[in-house]
């Protein structure tokens, strides 16, 4: 197993299993940009240090990654805190491999570099903004750019990298970008309202109390809807089996979390018999119609 395979096994439940879908060349791009932006989200959520000090490191970043993706692991150098205090030990691996990332990162493409690099600025600063912030008492559309910023650009930034590697998507571009972000940010308000219990007791509050759990499941699925249609543009537009199926698995998952929210409340979580139906389901055959019938 490489470091790459290693660290996602360690850090993701549900990329891990994506990302291998995808044709070989995007794999390991898309392999190195998740792991980056991984590093961003475990500096947000999970280090034992102060807020300043990680809304300092994120700053940082943001400036001059795109220069320098060097000034990842220079920051996270600098910054003062106990590895052994991160509770998960795969983003302490994280962590330490860093600047092995930024080596890999190094190797691809310089418009795969670009991509990254001014999503994962945009990002990071977009985090630092929201570090610390009680979104409980706020708007919708509060909660709508915490998750754009932390998901929805992640989104934009995969249909970049998807158009690179398929240059006839490009016909597809605008009809792509506008779904992808709806995306990105309907997995990450399914994955809060999941882990509700968990982020209040960490001391995070993204869920604005004026919606209660059905509305927020029914925001989430509107967006699950629109990425509904980004799949099916991808596929129409003849992309590579291997990126239809990565991102209808992503959904299907997804999909399958909703359900189960609505069932059993915060916490639940799909069993790994059903992951292991749902991916045998996307992966298997070769017209797709198994996956789509998943979304």
Same mark, same amino acid.
């Given at each position: 197993?490489?470091?790459?395979?290693?660290? *996602?096994?360690? =850090?993701?439940?549900?990329?891990?299993?994506?990302?291998?879908?995808?044709? %070989?060349?995007?794999?390991?791009?898309?392999?190195?940009?998740?792991?980056?932006?991984?590093?961003?989200?475990?500096?947000? @959520?999970?280090?034992?240090?102060?807020?300043?000090?990680?809304?300092?490191?994120?700053?940082?970043?943001?400036?001059?990654?795109?220069?320098?993706? %060097?000034?990842?692991? %220079?920051?996270?150098?600098?910054?003062?805190?106990?590895?052994?205090?991160?509770?998960?030990?795969?983003? =302490?691996? *994280?962590?330490?491999?860093?600047?092995?990332?930024?080596?890999?990162?190094?190797?691809?493409?310089?418009?795969?570099?670009?991509?990254? $690099?001014?999503?994962?600025?945009?990002?990071?600063?977009?985090?630092?903004?929201? /570090?610390?912030?009680?979104?409980?008492?706020?708007?919708?559309?509060?909660?709508?750019?915490?998750?754009?910023?932390?998901?929805?650009?992640?989104?934009?930034?995969?249909?970049?990298?998807?158009?690179?590697?398929?240059?006839?998507?490009?016909?597809?571009? @605008?009809?792509?970008?506008?779904?992808? =972000?709806?995306?990105? %940010?309907?997995?990450? /308000?399914?994955?809060?309202?999941?882990? $509700? &219990?968990? @982020? *209040?007791?960490?001391?995070?509050?993204?869920?604005?109390?004026?919606?209660?759990?059905?509305?927020?499941?029914? *925001?989430?699925?509107?967006?699950?809807?629109?990425?509904?249609?980004?799949?099916?543009?991808?596929?129409?537009?003849?992309?590579?089996?291997?990126?239809?199926?990565?991102?209808?698995?992503?959904?299907?998952?997804?999909? $399958?979390?909703?359900?189960?929210?609505?069932?059993?409340?915060?916490?639940?979580?799909?069993?790994?018999?059903?992951?292991?139906?749902?991916? &045998?389901?996307?992966?298997?055959?070769?017209?797709? =119609?198994?996956?789509?019938?998943?979304?």
């Amino acid at each position: 197993m490489s470091l790459l395979e290693d660290l *996602l096994q360690k =850090t993701s439940r549900t990329f891990a299993l994506s990302i291998p879908l995808l044709p %070989e060349g995007l794999q390991r791009t898309v392999g190195i940009a998740y792991l980056l932006f991984r590093i961003a989200d475990t500096i947000e @959520d999970e280090l034992p240090c102060s807020i300043e000090d990680r809304r300092r490191t994120l700053i940082t970043i943001a400036d001059r990654v795109a220069e320098t993706p %060097e000034v990842m692991s %220079e920051a996270i150098s600098a910054m003062r805190f106990d590895s052994e205090a991160i509770l998960n030990g795969g983003y =302490t691996d *994280l962590l330490r491999s860093t600047q092995v990332l930024i080596e890999a990162f190094r190797d691809l493409g310089a418009a795969q570099q670009a991509s990254i $690099a001014s999503h994962l600025s945009r990002t990071c600063r977009g985090m630092a903004h929201f /570090l610390g912030r009680d979104l409980s008492d706020g708007s919708v559309q509060d909660l709508r750019e915490y998750c754009y910023v932390v998901a929805g650009i992640v989104g934009e930034m995969l249909t970049e990298l998807f158009i690179l590697h398929e240059p006839g998507l490009v016909r597809s571009r @605008d009809e792509l970008l506008s779904d992808a =972000t709806a995306f990105g %940010e309907g997995l990450q /308000l399914v994955n809060i309202i999941r882990d $509700a &219990n968990d @982020d *209040l007791h960490a001391g995070r509050r993204y869920l604005p109390r004026s919606l209660d759990r059905p509305q927020l499941i029914e *925001l989430a699925q509107h967006n699950l809807t629109r990425a509904a249609r980004y799949v099916r543009t991808l596929h129409e537009g003849n992309a590579h089996p291997g990126i239809v199926r990565f991102n209808a698995l992503n959904l299907a998952l997804a999909n $399958a979390t909703v359900e189960a929210l609505r069932e059993y409340g915060p916490g639940a979580r799909i069993r790994r018999e059903e992951v292991e139906n749902i991916l &045998n389901q996307v992966v298997s055959g070769d017209n797709l =119609t198994d996956a789509f019938e998943l979304i």
